[in-house]
């Protein structure tokens, strides 16, 4: 069991039944009246986010919930397949439970699975990706305006802004955090 004193950002709880993790939190004491915490949350399972205050003391379950880290193998029917790099397990996940971290999977990377009550749920992928360009217009001599974009479709599909000077099969870094555009990694 966890109490509200033990929060902390990425710590697991279960709210009504369904796991969540913390976001963020505030221990608030306010001058006058018991002290409580106000947290944000994110639902594991729907990626819901959740703003709760809880009185301090109160006790949470800890969840069901196991991270293992996999490789991205390829897309089928079945849906996104991963294997694990120790047992060789494979799993399917559908294109609904990944949400938007499909657009950043590419072929052998390394990603953390969640499981919840040995389902997996959701695709944890690192901070940044390198990604191809698949289509973009190309860039016209002479058109040098400072912070101007254009738009990028990337080898798994995701949309990006990039700068003029991008062509297609430059090999650019995403923030997947953010779906932006880092910097250009190679050029064709």
Not at 88 to 103: H, P, V
Not at 116 to 122: M, T
Request: charged share 25%; aromatic share 10%; proline share 4%.
């Amino acid at each position: 069991m966890y109490e509200t004193s033990d929060f902390r950002k990425g710590l697991k709880i279960m709210l009504e039944g369904k796991p969540y993790v913390i976001v963020d939190f505030q221990h608030v004491k306010p001058g006058k009246g018991n002290q409580f915490t106000r947290t944000k949350l994110r639902n594991m399972l729907t990626g819901q986010n959740l703003e709760s205050t809880f009185k301090s003391g109160e006790k949470f379950e800890v969840p069901n919930v196991e991270n293992k880290e996999m490789s991205f193998l390829y897309k089928d029917d079945t849906g996104y397949n991963f294997m694990s790099q120790e047992t060789f397990e494979q799993i399917a996940i559908s294109e609904e439970d990944l949400g938007e971290s499909k657009y950043y999977l590419t072929e052998n990377l390394k990603v953390v699975i969640l499981f919840y009550n040995e389902k997996a749920v959701a695709c944890d992928v690192p901070k940044a990706v390198n990604l191809t360009v698949a289509q973009t217009d190309p860039g016209i001599k002479g058109d040098r305006v400072t912070g101007a974009t254009k738009p990028a479709t990337m080898e798994t599909g995701l949309v990006v802004g990039v700068p003029l000077h991008i062509s297609e099969g430059d090999v650019l870094r995403i923030d997947t955090s953010t779906g932006e555009y880092v910097e250009r990694v190679s050029q064709k």
